[in-house]
């Protein structure tokens, strides 16, 4: 994983959700491997708390059901739900 970043609370809140899925795709991985191969160290139990916190208020579940909601009702989606910063929506 060259070049890998830990998401932060301040950068996820200037990010879109179109912006952060690839970057939560990356760090699910890292955490992933790091689990799975028993690698944790100290001070990582907090960084994976600020992962899960990040990943939760992009992945809004609510909002799931709404959108198969609207498709199925021919409603048209909020754009802004793809394409507003985490921050300025007061999801994070």
Known sequence: MSGFKRLTIEEARTLTRSELLPRIEEEQKYWYNRIRSSRMRPGDDEAFRIF??????????????ADTEAML????????????????????
């Not at 009702?73 to 994070?92: I, K």
């Open 73 to 92: 009702q021919s409603r048209p989606l909020d754009e802004d739900y793809w394409r507003t910063p985490l921050g300025d929506l007061g999801v994070l």
């Open 52 to 65: 899960n916190r990040i990943l939760h208020a992009a992945a809004d579940l609510d909002r799931t059901r």
